[in-house]
């Protein structure tokens, strides 16, 4: 599995975008990067996944350039109930265990 | 994605006594997996619970501390044996998802264990 690198602490205002960076230099040509969201007392919650280029959904954009060394997850407009930890993992479909890293706590205040 | 529910929520526990968390899946789910999140920190992860056979356990995790049923596909459960209060922390079980590498993964909302 590829190692990565994240922010550990992002701080945003209420309808700001937030962009979190997250590095993986050794990432393999089979590998996908997934984005996870873990409130306080709750288990992560899948976000969004992808493989090159650009892929959004109804909460996030995912953004892959060429050379896949990293990846940038990008968060519309927050809100206060978009704070959360956010973690990057990176793997291929033979990896099924998750390997979590230490994740970037984002702060949304009013 | 499947829901999980996950049960107690929290426990408070004499140390040397042993608490069985309880997973259930809504739907049939070939890999279920136990983590540890100790406070302020990130996910770890436990054992993969194998249907129709033992679980495979990471490095630092043995069977006789945390024993692990998997009965059905729907259904596991994660035993921590012979607590010290160095076990205190957040158990949460977790379900494949339908695709690629996390795509869709589903945790329970995770067991809050303090030994006391």
């Known amino acids: 599995l590829a190692k990565t690198t994240q922010p550990i602490s992002m701080d945003s205002y209420e309808g700001q975008e937030v962009n979190i960076t997250c590095s993986h230099n050794n990432i393999a040509t089979n590998d996908y990067i997934t984005w996870y969201q873990q409130f306080p007392s709750q288990g992560p919650r899948f976000i969004i996944q992808?493989?090159?280029t650009k892929v959004t959904n109804e909460v996030a954009s995912l953004f892959i350039p060429a050379d896949r060394k990293s990846s940038t997850l990008s968060l519309p407009r927050v809100s206060l109930s978009d704070t959360a930890v956010y973690y990057c993992?990176?793997?291929?479909?033979?990896?099924?265990?998750?390997?979590f890293g230490a994740g970037t706590t984002v702060t949304v205040r009013a | 994605s499947a829901v999980i529910s996950q049960k107690p929520s929290r426990d408070i526990c004499q140390r040397g006594t042993s608490l069985t968390i309880q997973c259930q899946v809504d739907s049939q789910v070939t890999m279920m997996f136990w983590y540890r999140q100790q406070p302020g920190q990130s996910l770890t992860l436990i054992a993969t619970a194998n249907q129709g056979s033992e679980a495979t356990y990471e490095s630092g995790f043995v069977i006789d501390k945390f024993p692990i049923s998997r009965p059905n596909l729907t259904f596991s459960t994660l035993t921590v044996s012979n607590m010290s209060p160095e076990d205190s922390s957040i158990y949460l079980c977790?379900?494949?998802?339908?695709?690629?590498?996390?795509?869709?993964?589903?945790f329970g909302s995770g067991t809050r264990l303090t030994v006391v």
């Open positions: 992808g493989y090159k």
């Open positions: 977790s379900a494949e998802g339908a695709g690629l590498l996390g795509y869709g993964y589903t």
């Open positions: 993992l990176v793997g291929d479909e033979g990896d099924y265990k998750l390997s």
